[in-house]
């Protein structure tokens, strides 16, 4: 459980914009997506996660295949939204939701 907690703790480092969005654009705020997104993939990989069927990429745009070229688990803080938790997840909380 670990892994959870500290996955917990580094979302909440995420940086946020004005609109409540991650800021995948400042070097700060990359940086942060980025360890986030490495803690998901370690949290998914000590959880024993089975890795979902991704065949589905195939059909993607040049531009997206070139971020995510096979099946794989990847993460790219350059996908607009990779970092931002949904309303319904547990690992939002109202005091996320309100930090800039």
């Known amino acids: 459980m670990y892994a959870v907690t500290e996955l917990a703790v580094t979302q909440r ?21 980025t360890k986030f997104l490495d803690m998901v993939m370690h949290t998914a990989d000590r959880l024993q996660c089975e890795v ?20 794989a688990r990847r993460r790219s803080p350059r996908s607009r939204g990779t970092c931002t938790p949904s309303r319904s997840s547990p690992l939002r909380s109202d005091s996320s939701s309100s930090r800039t």
């Open 13 to 33: 480092q995420l940086v946020l914009e004005d609109d409540g969005e991650v800021d995948t654009k400042s070097e700060a705020g990359q940086a942060v997506c």
């Open 52 to 71: 979902a069927d991704r065949s589905y990429r195939h059909e993607f745009t040049t531009n997206y295949r070139v971020l995510f070229p096979d099946c």
